[in-house]
C-alpha cells in the first residue's frame, strides 16, 4: 500500500488541535534528551505483550510472525474455552524461555493489559494481539520495524503507531467503513505508562514526554474473522464495556441474552447469532491485494483450508458456510 496514501489516512484520524498537541509533545519529548527526565533504564530489545481469549482459528500464524521481532514474549490467556491456552503451552514448550505463558480467567480487560505490561523488561514493549499476522517477508517483513526502532533515539520516549490490513467475515473480504486500522501499539516502557478504561475502549494513559511517531507500512493484517458466536458477542461488547462493570450484567453473555431480543427480535441465541452474521456481512467487500498489498506469508496456507467462507446469491453476500 502507497506510504503517501497511508499519509494522508493518518492526517484524518485527529482533530485540528493534533498540530497544536504534537508540537507541544516535541517541546516536552525533549525532556528525557537533555537530561530533565531519566531515559529508560531497561535493555534495548522488544517485548511482544499478549492477551488473549478464544483465538484458536488464528494463534499459530499470529504468534509466529511476531516471534521473529521478539527477544521475549508474554502471553496471558484470559480463560480460554477453545483449545487456545493449550496450542499456547504447546509453543511456549517449544521455545522455551521466550515464551512466557500465564493463565488470569478473572481479569477484567485493562487490567489483564496492565499485568501483561508488568511482566516485560525491555525497552520497547508491543502490544499484539491473537488475531494479527505479521508479514515476515518482502519489502513488507516486520523485521524491518524492529530494525527501524532501534534507529531511534535511546535517550527519548516514543509512542509509535502502526497500521494494520482489517479482514472480516472470511479472509477474502473487509469492511468498507475500516478497511486498515491505526493504533498506538508500541511505545517505549515506562511506569508512569499504563491501561485505564475512560469509556466503551481502554486506552494508554501516555505522560506528555512522550514523542507520537507513525509507520506507515503496514505490518500485518488484522483478522478480524470469528465465528458467530464470537461475532454476536463482538456485536454488543463495546455497549457492555461502556457498562463498567454494572452488577446486573457480570458477564458479556448476560447483557447480550437481554439485547438479542430488542435487537434481532428473538429469544434464541442460534437465531441471533445468524441473524447478526446476515446483517454484517452484507455490507462487506472484496479484498483487493493490488490496492492493500499481498497476505502475510504464513497466512497463506489458509486461504484454501479456512473453516469460513462468505456465499454469495445473484452478486449478494447472503450469508456464510462455517464448518
Same mark, same amino acid.
Given at each position: ?97 521466550? @515464551? =512466557?505463558? &500465564? ?12 499485568? %501483561?505490561?508488568?511482566?516485560? /523488561? #525491555? ?62 501499539? @508500541? =511505545?517505549? &516502557? ?12 481502554? %486506552?494508554?494513559?501516555?505522560? /506528555? #514526554? ?63 447469532? =445468524? ?49
Amino acid at each position: 500500500m502507497n506510504s503517501t496514501r497511508l499519509k494522508s489516512i493518518t492526517s484524518n484520524l485527529r482533530p485540528e488541535k493534533r498540530y497544536f498537541s504534537r508540537a507541544l509533545r516535541a517541546i516536552v519529548g525533549m525532556a528525557p534528551k537533555v537530561g530533565i527526565i531519566a531515559a529508560s533504564d531497561r535493555p534495548q530489545g522488544i517485548s511482544i505483550f499478549m492477551r488473549v481469549k478464544d483465538e484458536v482459528d488464528w494463534i499459530v500464524p499470529s504468534v509466529g510472525s511476531i516471534m521473529r521481532i521478539a527477544d521475549e514474549m508474554v502471553i496471558v490467556d484470559n480463560g480460554s474455552t477453545d483449545g487456545t491456552f493449550e496450542v499456547l503451552q504447546q509453543m511456549a514448550a517449544q521455545h522455551h524461555g521466550k @515464551i =512466557h505463558l &500465564f493463565h488470569q480467567p478473572e481479569y477484567d480487560l485493562c487490567r489483564l493489559s496492565n499485568f %501483561a505490561l508488568s511482566q516485560t /523488561k #525491555f525497552r520497547w514493549v508491543f502490544r499484539w494481539d491473537g488475531d494479527m499476522v505479521a508479514h515476515t517477508s518482502g519489502q513488507l517483513d516486520i523485521a524491518n520495524l524492529r530494525e527501524w526502532l532501534f534507529s531511534l533515539n535511546q535517550s527519548a520516549y516514543y509512542l509509535v503507531h502502526l497500521l494494520h490490513i482489517n479482514l472480516v467475515g472470511d479472509l477474502y473480504h473487509q469492511d468498507p467503513e475500516e478497511m486498515v486500522h491505526i493504533e498506538e501499539y @508500541i =511505545h517505549t &516502557f515506562s511506569e508512569k505508562a499504563f491501561f485505564i478504561h475512560p469509556g466503551r475502549f481502554e %486506552a494508554v494513559r501516555f505522560p /506528555k #514526554f512522550y514523542l507520537p511517531l507513525y509507520y506507515y507500512e503496514p505490518v500485518g493484517f488484522h483478522v478480524n474473522v470469528k465465528p458467530a458466536s464470537r461475532m454476536l458477542s463482538r456485536y454488543f461488547w463495546e455497549e457492555w464495556l461502556e457498562l463498567k462493570g454494572d452488577r446486573r450484567f457480570p458477564s458479556l453473555e448476560s447483557y447480550v441474552r437481554l439485547r438479542i431480543k430488542r435487537e434481532f427480535e428473538t429469544e434464541s441465541i442460534e437465531e441471533a447469532r =445468524h441473524r447478526c452474521l446476515q446483517r454484517l456481512c452484507r455490507s462487506y467487500i472484496r479484498y483487493e491485494p493490488g490496492k492493500f498489498g499481498p497476505y502475510p506469508e504464513l497466512l497463506m496456507p489458509y486461504l484454501k483450508s479456512s473453516r469460513y467462507r462468505l456465499t454469495y446469491e445473484n452478486g449478494r453476500i447472503t450469508g456464510r458456510e462455517e464448518e
